[in-house]
Structures are given as structure tokens and as C-alpha cells.
């Protein structure tokens, strides 16, 4: 099958227009004598002449190459309309400054001169307009029928449509995977460097927030392109992970539009195809972001009573669950925008949630010391562990956080504010603990686990970084990260970097030799 050149040139002329790129359009539209001449939707385009939504219809027409006596008959129900409601400043516009009118006063004399006429009156006289030629509704349906007959449909975005119907077919083909990042100009995946998991040993960059400012939280995004960040002031930034900068191909970062919440950002996720982002703030409220364009697609303005303390999205991007000081777990559904599943038990706030692999399980930790295990569907709790309940004095120490195991579907690594750390299964049993060998550390106050799942990375109340092998739960050693206190981790998914957050204004991002 042979594709015309001159189909290639259209969608590349409906990608400028969509874009606004309108110089670049009309260049190409004269050099090769191609012009777009569609419409996204005639239908929406034929109601919008009969309603008199003039607005979209002369931005519909605007690109179309239409024959100037259709045009003519157009602009001048528009300049009778605006007369009628005594709107006269754009109609003199319309009339004076506008290509088809210049024709009109050129060919027609008289029929122009009838409209400056009519601007120049107070009051409108609908007999004096249409002299019998019928009403304004059916001179509408005229000039629907006469546009539409010379204009075509096409569906929108059809460039972009084409190019992922061919990344999918090459994806079902197996010539690139899903997920990787692709070059689509040179035909090839972007080189990740992937490599065996090794422990970060050196700051390869730093994000840097103005003065007074600092993260409450940060997230790497499934396929590493970028780091998101949210600030104590309600901003939400994204970051490129190798060179700490702000990305500012994002136009909405260029022109300083951040995402912003009300309050604090108290707890981000980012969505398996890295699309869209969910922020949790310390006034209750959780929003969903496009990552793309930066507007909210989505408000839940009363997710929890008190603040959101952790969020996760679900594997189909469809749902998310977060976790409060409310001390509930709950589910939101993001078409709804409604809770449609809580979970009630925990005695302290909710320090972190997540969605077993096959979404059958949820499990969360809170500050009352325990790690629950709920059913998704009935929301009852099918298992409490309590990691440190042997070695607890008076009070049970936090449970900070849960994260799945790489390579297991049913192991979770929990991080506790002592100085011991545990995999406990979906089933509700300790399989395995880790600790530094005694009086090396008070706490841990954040751990992660590396790419391929080989070491547990911890860092203690005293900002030393500890790893540990998963295999032999042997501590593998220590190192001083900052003398500033530790708020957070993140790993990134799929390289050796790790990047930590404090209570200053710096993000450093580690990674190993």
C-alpha cells in the first residue's frame, strides 16, 4: 500500500494547527499547495452555526480553504448578529479588518456599504437586515449547509494516533518493550544502563528549592525520566534526575504555572505510565495531575478528615489509596472522585499504603507499631503483625513504611522506627529481620530497597546510610549522607540512584561508581 505524499503532508499540517504553530502552518499550506480544508467534527460544527457560537465557528473555519463568496455570506450573518445585539466595536472589526469583507467591498460595493450602514445605526432593524430573504435561523441553516458541504472530517491528533499505533504494533512485535524509553527520530530505545544493583556511594546531583523552602516529599516516575518533588508551600515540581534541573520543556514549568495544592505536599505517587501524579496535602485534600500539560484532572477535596499521609496509585491507574491521620485507609475512585472502600482499625495515624500485586490484598503501617493486611474487596483486616512487639518496652516503635519485594509477590518489607527492619509475608508471618550490629544505630527513619531487589538501603536518625543484603540480612555498611535530618528516600526504578530529602533545602541524588 503507497501513502500519498500529500496525506503525509496533512497530518503534518493538522499537527501545526492543533499545536498553534500557525506561521509554520500557512508557509507549508503555500509552498505546497496543500490545504488542511477539515473540520474535527461537522456535526459539532453544523450545531455550532445553528446556536450561533460564532466564536468556534470562525476559529473552525479559520485554516479551512473555503470559496470567498461562503466565507462572505458567514461573516456577514456574524456582523448582523453582533449588530442585533448592539455589540458594534468587533463588528466594525469583522467588517473592516478581515479578509473576506475586503473582497466583499471590492465586488460588492453595495452590499458593503448596506453593513457600514447598518454599524453606524443605534438601533436594529431586522427588516432593514434581511429584507424579506427569510429569518436569522434559517439563514443559519443556509450557511450550515453551503460550509459543510465543502469541508471534510477528520479525527483529531491523527499524526500522534498513527505513531502509537506504530510503537504499539512494534511493541506486539517485540521489536522494543514496554515502557522503555524510545527515540523516535533515530528508531531506537534511549541506552539505559542497567547493571548489576550496587549501593550508592556518591552524589551524582542535587536539587536545589529557594531559601525557606523544602521538600515534604518525592516520588521517581515507573520509567525514571523524571523526579517529582512536593514542598512544604503546596508547590509540585518535576525534576530531571540526572541533572538535579527543573524540567522546563514542561511549558507549564517554563512559564512558572506550577502544580500547587492549598497546604503542604505531604505525599505524592505517580501512575505506571508515568502520565499523571497524585498529591496528598496536610488539609485532607488529594488532586490528580497531568503531567503533561499540569492541570488537575481530578479533586477529592474531603479524601480524610485530618491530613493525607501516604498515597499509592492502583496497578490500572484507576483508583488510589492513601492513608491519613485520621488513622483510616481508604479507596477513591478516580472517575467518581468518591471513597469507595475504607478500612478501619489502626489506633495511630497511617504512615504508608499499597496494593498487593494482584490488587486482592492492601496493606498498610501506621505509628500504633503494626502492619496490617486487608481485603480489598470486603475491607476487613485478614492479618495483624506487630514486627516489634517482642522487643517493645512501653510504647511499640512506629512502623515508617511498606514496600513490595522485586521478584515476590507476596513479600514486604517493612522499615520500623527502631533499629530493626523485617519482610513479612502476605500471610501475616516475620520471614526475615535485619539490624547493624548492636549500638550502631539508634532508629532508621526511612529505607528502600534497590532496583533488582539485592539491598535494603536505611538511613538512621543520624543521617548515616546503612545497607543491607536481602539474601544474608548482613549489614554491608554505613556512610555519613548529611548532617541535616532525614525526611525521606526514593529509589530510582530502574538504576543505581537513590535520592534523599532533609529538612533543608536539598535533594541529593546518589549513585553508586
Not at 465557528?57 to 449588530?83: M, T
Not at 504494533?169 to 531506537?188: A, V
Not at 536539587?207 to 523544602?214: D, E, G, M, T
Amino acid at each position: 500500500m503507497e501513502i500519498e505524499s500529500a496525506d503525509v503532508i496533512r497530518l503534518i499540517e493538522q499537527f501545526l494547527k492543533e499545536h498553534n504553530l500557525k506561521r509554520t502552518l500557512d508557509v507549508l499550506q503555500s509552498e505546497s499547495s496543500i490545504r488542511l480544508n477539515t473540520i474535527d467534527n461537522i456535526d459539532a460544527f453544523k450545531s455550532n452555526i445553528l446556536k450561533g457560537r460564532w466564536d468556534i465557528v470562525l476559529g473552525s473555519v479559520e485554516q479551512a480553504n473555503l470559496e470567498p463568496s461562503r466565507l462572505i455570506d458567514l461573516y456577514e450573518q456574524v456582523i448582523f448578529e453582533l449588530a442585533e445585539l448592539l455589540d458594534l466595536a468587533p463588528a466594525r472589526v469583522l467588517l473592516r479588518q478581515t479578509e473576506p469583507m475586503q473582497i466583499m467591498r471590492t465586488e460588492q460595493p453595495e452590499r458593503y456599504l448596506r453593513l457600514e450602514q447598518l454599524l453606524s445605526r443605534t438601533t436594529f432593524d431586522a427588516q432593514f437586515v434581511y429584507k424579506g430573504e427569510g429569518t436569522k435561523e434559517s439563514r443559519r441553516a443556509a450557511i450550515a449547509e453551503s460550509l459543510t458541504a465543502e469541508v471534510t472530517s477528520a479525527q483529531p491528533s491523527r499524526l500522534l494516533t498513527l505513531l502509537g499505533q506504530a510503537l504499539k504494533w512494534q511493541q506486539e512485535q517485540g521489536s522494543i518493550t514496554l515502557g522503555d524509553r524510545y527515540d523516535l527520530f533515530y528508531g531506537k530505545k534511549h541506552a539505559v544502563q542497567q547493571g548489576e544493583d550496587k549501593v550508592p556511594s556518591k552524589i551524582h546531583a542535587t536539587i536545589k528549592f529557594p531559601k525557606k523552602q523544602h521538600p515534604e516529599s518525592l516520588a521517581f516516575s515507573p520509567s525514571g525520566n523524571y523526579v517529582a518533588t512536593g514542598s512544604a508551600d503546596g508547590f509540585i515540581e518535576i525534576w530531571n534526575p540526572m541533572t538535579g534541573k527543573l524540567r522546563t520543556d514542561l511549558k507549564y514549568q517554563a512559564d512558572s504555572a506550577l502544580m500547587m495544592m492549598d497546604q503542604s505536599v505531604t505525599c505524592l505517587s505517580i501512575s505506571c505510565s508515568g502520565e499523571a501524579i497524585c498529591s496528598g496535602s496536610s488539609d485532607g485534600k488529594i488532586k490528580v495531575w497531568n503531567v503533561k500539560t499540569g492541570a488537575c484532572t481530578r479533586r477529592i477535596p474531603a479524601a480524610h478528615s485530618q491530613g493525607v499521609t501516604c498515597i499509592a496509585f492502583s496497578k490500572d491507574s484507576t483508583q488510589v489509596i492513601s492513608g491519613g491521620f485520621d488513622n483510616t485507609v481508604r479507596i477513591h475512585g478516580l472517575k467518581s472522585g468518591k471513597c469507595i472502600r475504607e478500612f478501619v482499625g489502626h489506633t495511630a495515624y497511617i504512615t504508608s499504603v499499597l496494593f498487593s500485586d494482584d490488587m486482592s490484598r492492601v496493606v498498610s503501617t501506621s505509628g500504633d507499631g503494626s502492619v496490617r493486611i486487608w481485603d480489598t474487596k470486603s475491607a476487613s483486616c485478614m492479618h495483624t503483625i506487630v514486627p516489634n512487639e517482642r522487643n517493645a518496652g512501653l510504647a511499640l516503635p512506629e512502623t515508617h513504611s511498606a514496600a513490595r519485594v522485586p521478584g515476590s509477590s507476596t513479600d514486604i518489607f517493612v522499615c520500623t522506627k527502631s533499629p530493626t527492619m523485617y519482610i513479612v509475608t502476605l500471610d501475616g508471618d516475620v520471614k526475615k529481620t535485619f539490624s547493624p550490629k548492636e549500638g550502631a544505630c539508634n532508629e532508621f527513619l526511612c529505607a528502600s530497597i534497590t532496583p533488582q531487589g539485592k539491598y535494603i538501603l536505611a538511613v538512621s536518625d543520624k543521617s548515616e546510610l546503612f545497607s543491607f543484603s536481602i539474601e544474608s540480612g548482613i549489614c554491608q555498611g554505613q556512610t555519613k549522607i548529611s548532617e541535616h535530618g532525614i525526611l525521606g528516600m526514593a529509589n530510582h526504578p530502574t538504576l543505581n540512584m537513590t535520592a534523599f530529602f532533609f529538612n533543608d533545602r536539598k535533594v541529593p541524588i546518589w549513585t553508586s561508581e
